[in-house]
């Protein structure tokens, strides 16, 4: 399991940041999601985006051993470097893409997901994708997220009460994709119905 500083400065300033390859397998295989906990379809709309593909979502407190321990950890080396607006992960939601047509459009975290959202690359590889706008699209980023990666985006309030999630994508992968996310949902875990 990684635990070697990060630089998150960016993280505020930009929105973003990609810790590429930071987890290795085995880390990556003890933060698979439970094997009772049954996958949901994403919701196909959520206002203007379209999205597919599916999800597993738990409150933090539910779950244990290494998935609570990453948490952990990269809440606090996040909060290393950021001061302001730090509150504790209380959801950690996995996704499931299959190659073809599941992806998420550009969109941003809804606002009451504040302070950091890390998203873990458990398995699989798709386009990650960072703009400036959504119409006309203007692409400030723009990589192949893969193996590993664990991609730290701003979400509501991180270093400051104007800060909000960057707008960002992913595309179909070519092989199932797998990811874990750690967010702090303002509206308790799980609090939104259509992920
Ligand atoms: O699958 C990913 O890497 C990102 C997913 C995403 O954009 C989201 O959950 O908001």
Excluded at 42 to 61: H, K
Excluded at 128 to 155: E, H, M, Y
């Amino acid at each position: 399991m990684g635990e070697q500083a990060i630089g998150v400065d960016e993280l505020v300033s930009r929105g973003w940041i990609r810790l590429e390859s930071y987890l290795d397998p085995a880390s990556r295989a003890s933060l698979a999601k439970p094997a009772g906990l049954p996958w949901r379809p994403l919701a196909p709309r959520v206002g203007a985006i379209t999205q597919s593909g599916w999800f597993a979502q738990v409150p933090i407190e539910e779950v244990t051993g290494p998935v609570r321990a990453f948490g952990s950890m990269i809440h606090g080396l996040i909060g290393q470097s950021v001061e302001a607006h730090m509150p504790a992960f209380n959801e950690v939601t996995w996704q499931r893409y299959l190659p073809g047509n599941d992806h998420i459009d550009p969109h941003r975290d809804q606002a009451f997901y504040s302070g950091p959202i890390v998203i873990v690359t458990l398995a699989g590889c798709a386009q990650f994708v960072i703009l400036a706008s959504r119409n006309p699209p203007v692409i400030s980023a723009n990589w192949v997220t893969g193996d590993g990666d664990v991609v730290i985006l701003r979400g509501a309030g991180l270093g400051g009460s104007e800060s909000r999630c960057p707008l960002h994508s992913v595309g179909p992968p070519a092989t199932e994709r797998l990811t874990v996310s750690f967010r702090h949902n303002e509206k308790g875990p799980g609090g939104w119905a259509e992920r």
